[in-house]
């Protein structure tokens, strides 16, 4: 039968008994079965009168951003997923005795369902820790900065082309060099402008600038002339 509705109270008591002992709507994860039941409710369950349906309904919400890699299939209604039959008891003393006595006579050895019950669990909480492992390990872009930094020379005699050979020389991991220009100071000097992007956690930019001034044949000294996060 599956889901009616969840505007009733029916359709809503049915939902909150289906997961009285369920985290997801189908299986031990996310689906999209969770997908197609979360946006047939038209609000939150009420947390007071269906707290399994309003524990679940905030969970679910938390993966909104990812629904749409969800395994499953996203064409099929909330009506197909649920019970196969309507069972919705509003109160417990209202069941049919009938049922109660069927429940007592498949019982024979006391703790089978438990014990199922006690594995379910497991392996749901199992699941849904790899889950959640696995969306933590998801590798989120290296910070970047882009940085142009002026390079002076001691006089107007300095040979700039050895000097950019010998800057462009140094290595770090996470540093790439850009384009590069000589600026005019005045007196005849020209200063080297050069643009590099460098991966914030991998290179210091003091360090990069320390590197540069190490060849003192040539540099007098280094500035950052302008940065900009990527």
């Known amino acids: 039968m599956g889901f009616t509705d969840f505007v009733s109270d029916a359709g809503l008591t049915m939902l909150n008994n289906w997961l009285t002992t369920r985290s997801y709507i189908s299986g031990y994860g996310p689906s999209q079965a969770d997908v197609a039941s ?4 038209k609000e939150p369950p009420n947390a007071a009168k269906y707290p399994h349906a309003y524990r679940w309904q905030k969970h679910i ?19 197909t997923y649920g019970p196969e039959k309507s069972e919705v008891t509003l109160n417990p003393k209202d069941a049919p005795k009938a049922a109660e006595d069927e429940e007592e006579d498949d019982d024979l050895f006391g703790s089978d369902d438990e ?3 006690e594995e379910a669990v497991k392996q749901r909480e199992a699941n849904l820790a790899a ?14 900065s882009i940085v142009t930094l002026d390079v002076k020379p001691w006089d107007d005699e300095t040979d700039m082309k050895d000097l ?3 800057m462009r020389a140094i290595e770090m991991d996470g540093l790439t060099w850009g384009a590069s220009k000589l600026v005019p100071v005045g007196f005849g000097i020209k200063k ?13 930019i003091d360090d990069l600038q320390a590197k540069i001034e190490e060849d003192e044949d040539h540099v007098q000294s280094t500035d950052v002339a302008a940065m900009q996060k990527l």
């Open 38 to 41: 979360f946006r047939a409710l």
């Open 61 to 79: 919400s938390s993966y909104q951003s990812e629904f749409s890699s969800l395994p499953g299939d996203p064409s099929k209604a909330y009506t």
């Open 115 to 117: 014990e199922e019950d």
């Open 131 to 144: 889950y959640k492992k696995k969306k933590e390990a998801k590798t989120k872009p290296a910070a970047k």
């Open 164 to 166: 950019e050979s010998t």
């Open 192 to 204: 080297l402008q050069v643009n590099l992007v460098v991966e914030d956690e991998k290179v210091s």
